[in-house]
């Protein structure tokens, strides 16, 4: 098993959701590779809690199909195959597209500078291959606070699911993020302009060519696939 990121000990407020929400950040953002085992009993240690709150949030993480249970009834993040991610690619297209273009009509002043700020900060980290981290926690920001504008709690729980199941490639493609095939600042800055001129069919095709990026070169690059 390999070391697991950041994990500083929880106070104890909810204990068992903090567990949860800490573990559902760190799968979103690739922060385990697919395949990799999660360990209750090394978590446990790591987030200084005893078995049980961790215990509940790995079964409540399988049940949004972020992690799969094994024999061992340790957790393993599921590996990713052409067939996976392409389902996935499809439903995050389809779902993620049209809540960009429903939060155009909701969003605020204050988030749509959010959105402003974060593109400036994303698009400093793909000029700077050390803040590679930093660059993927504001992506996720960046997202998150369009799809909230759209102000459905629905979509947002099917939203949360999808990116949890996507974390593995996540994680395969910040290799590229170290190379000349890094993604355009442009495809946050195009959303962003869209949004602000109130273009909902802007927003989505835009939302949609930066979800596709990673896709298509995890796609491209065969030998991360499994099976491939």
């Not at 800490?22 to 978590?43: C, K, S």
Request: glycine residues 4%.
């Amino acid at each position: 098993m390999s070391t697991h990121p950041d994990l500083a000990p929880l106070v104890h407020t909810s204990v068992n959701e903090a567990v949860y929400r800490r573990l559902r950040d760190h799968l979103m953002r690739g922060d385990y590779a697919a395949g990799e085992v999660l360990g209750i009993q090394e978590l446990a240690d790591a987030f200084g809690t005893s078995a049980m709150p961790v215990r509940e949030a790995l079964r409540r993480l399988a049940a949004q199909r972020a992690l799969e249970p094994m024999k061992s009834r340790s957790m393993r993040v599921p590996v990713i195959s052409r067939t996976r991610l392409e389902d996935i690619r499809r439903a995050r297209l389809l779902i993620e597209g049209s809540v960009t273009a429903w939060a155009v009509e909701h969003i605020t002043s204050e988030e749509l500078q959010a959105l402003r700020d974060l593109a400036a900060h994303i698009g400093q980290s793909l000029t700077d291959r050390s803040s590679v981290a930093d660059g993927l926690e504001n992506n996720q920001l960046f997202h998150f606070t369009i799809y909230r504008a759209a102000r459905s709690d629905s979509m947002m729980a099917t939203i949360e699911s999808l990116w949890l199941q996507s974390g593995p490639y996540l994680r395969a493609t910040r290799e590229l993020m170290h190379s000349d095939e890094r993604p355009s600042a442009e495809f946050h800055a195009a959303i962003v302009r869209a949004i602000a001129q109130r273009d909902a069919n802007k927003a989505r095709a835009a939302m949609e060519r930066d979800i596709c990026w990673a896709f298509d070169k995890l796609t491209a690059h065969r030998s991360m696939l499994a099976g491939a």
